[in-house]
Every structure is written in structure tokens, then in C-alpha cells.
Nanobody, 113 residues
Framework: QVQLVESGGGSVQAGGSLRLSCAAF????????MSWYRQAPGKLREFVST???????SYADSVKGRFTISRDNAKSTLYLQMNSLKPDDTAMYYC???????WGQGTRVTVSS
């Protein structure tokens, strides 16, 4: 079992930056492949980015070139650096353990124009 705790959300103006963190507690095998998803009000949850145990990454087209996923295994923490934020990035952001299918509770990001 693993517990995922996100932090770092907040309110910023368009063009600003935020860095989200996801601290993992529990079974390390559950944190080999980790991802970020987001859910905007009234919309389905969507994939944002993923990173595997070899630090290979992939991104949704909507965030490519603006967001960067990374991890610090020593701290059991996943990050999402978000730059050049747009109002369309407003959502709850969730981290997910892809191996064990656990979700964090989410952290809210609001981008104003």
C-alpha cells in the first residue's frame, strides 16, 4: 500500500509558474511508474504527464514544453514544474501510482487571466 500526498497548488496569474509535489509513503514498488492527472470543473480527469523508473517521461500535448515532471527517489517525491500557466490549466491535480493504482487527494491550481 502507498499513501500519496500532493502539495504546491495555489492561485497564479496567466504566465506564472507553480511546482507541485507528491510525497509517497509506503511500498516502494508502487512508486516505480508515477503520473500526474488533472480534472477541471465539469470535465473528466485527464492525463498530464508520467515518469518511469528509468526517468523516461511523456506529456500530454496540451502541456508539452511548459510542464516538466521529475522525481527525487531519495525523498520519495514526485514533482511537476508548471511554467507559462494558462487559464485552461485550472484544475485539481492528482498524482497516481500507476503500478498500484493509488491516487493522492489532489491539489488545486487556479490560473487567472
Amino acid at each position: 500500500q502507498v499513501q500519496l500526498v500532493e502539495s504546491g497548488g495555489g492561485s497564479v496569474q496567466a504566465g506564472g509558474s507553480l511546482r507541485l509535489s507528491c510525497a509517497a509513503f509506503g511500498v516502494t514498488q508502487c512508486t516505480n511508474d508515477m503520473s500526474w492527472y488533472r480534472q477541471a470543473p465539469g470535465k473528466l480527469r485527464e492525463f498530464v504527464s508520467t515518469i518511469d523508473d528509468y526517468n523516461r517521461t511523456s506529456y500530454a500535448d496540451s502541456v508539452k514544453g511548459r510542464f516538466t515532471i521529475s522525481r527525487d527517489n531519495a525523498k520519495s517525491t514526485l514533482y511537476l514544474q508548471m511554467n507559462s500557466l494558462k487559464p485552461d490549466d485550472t484544475a485539481m491535480y492528482y498524482c497516481k501510482s500507476e503500478g498500484c493504482k493509488y491516487w493522492g487527494q489532489g491539489t488545486r491550481v487556479t490560473v487567472s487571466s
